[in-house]
């Protein structure tokens, strides 16, 4: 069977002498995995339509489950070279990518999430050099809320009551009663100021287009970067270690 979606590249992988496997991000099926005959061979249009973050009209064949179809089209719909030419903002979209790929599961048709991510790359590759720091943290943000990780910070995830300490292992600020208990749960936490709170809502609320007036005071966004990275190693160490498991378990 021929299905036609559009996707957007996240990864390759070389398989054989010169062929691929792409994992895309596609408007239709979710997150797939999709194999490319010879794409590496030559200079072609297919071929190039195969580097990471291009959004391509794709064709593909196998029965619909199929866990690897075979991608028989792709036509370019925008490179987005510009976003991989910059340094920085791909490495910042890389880590976008890489959460997605960690966090969100394959196979699960998510159309929001698509276009999410392509108004990313869009405002991404629109933005001017002087706001790109705040705008890579609200890209963050953002996709961990879209995806349905984003950490709470809107006062204690238990009660409701007052505080400002974030606990990665609750992914939560908790108020300094509810930290007490259960005994034996890690104790490590990021204490974060009331503005962090409010520039984090705003994050999210505000669409993505104007979020360039948001100018947050550089204590701001470095005690946020340091919230998320806490947060996203728990996370994504939590993630690794149950894949494993299943990995183990399945062996
Ligand atoms: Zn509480």
């Given at each position: 069977m021929?299905?036609?979606?559009?996707?957007?590249?996240l990864r390759t992988q070389k398989y054989g002498e010169a062929d691929l496997i792409v994992t895309y991000l596609t408007s239709d099926r979710g997150i797939i995995k999709a194999f490319a005959k010879s794409p590496r061979k030559t200079k072609s249009r297919f071929g190039s339509s195969m580097e990471p973050l291009t959004h391509s009209k794709i064709s593909l064949w196998g029965k619909e489950q199929a866990s690897l179809p075979k991608i028989t089209q792709s036509d370019i719909i925008n490179s987005f070279?510009?976003?991989?030419?910059?340094?920085?903002?791909f490495i910042s979209v890389s880590k976008l990518v890489e959460m997605l790929m960690a966090l969100s599961p394959e196979n699960i048709p998510n159309k929001r999430l698509f276009t999410f991510f392509l108004n990313i790359l869009h405002t991404v590759k629109a933005s001017e050099q002087g706001s790109k720091d705040v705008l890579h943290l609200?890209?963050?943000?953002?996709?961990?809320?879209?995806?349905?990780?984003a950490p709470r910070l809107k006062g204690c995830g238990r009660c409701g009551g007052k505080g400002l300490n974030f606990y990665p292992a609750s992914g939560t600020i908790l108020c300094s009663k509810c930290a007490g208990t259960p005994v034996g749960e890690g104790k490590s936490f990021v204490r974060i100021h009331d503005n962090t709170v409010r520039f984090y809502t705003?994050?999210?609320?505000?669409?993505?287009?104007?979020?360039?007036?948001?100018k947050p005071q550089q204590v701001i966004l470095s005690e946020l970067s340091t919230l998320l990275d806490k947060h996203l190693t728990y996370?994504?160490?939590?993630?690794?270690?149950?894949?494993?498991?299943?990995?183990?378990?399945r062996g």
């Open positions: 021929l299905t036609r979606t559009e996707g957007i590249v070279h510009q976003v991989r030419d910059d340094f920085h903002d609200i890209t963050q943000i953002r996709l961990l809320a879209t995806i349905g990780y705003h994050s999210i609320e505000w669409p993505i287009h104007i979020s360039n007036r948001l996370l994504l160490s939590k993630k690794l270690q149950s894949s494993e498991f299943l990995a183990g378990v």
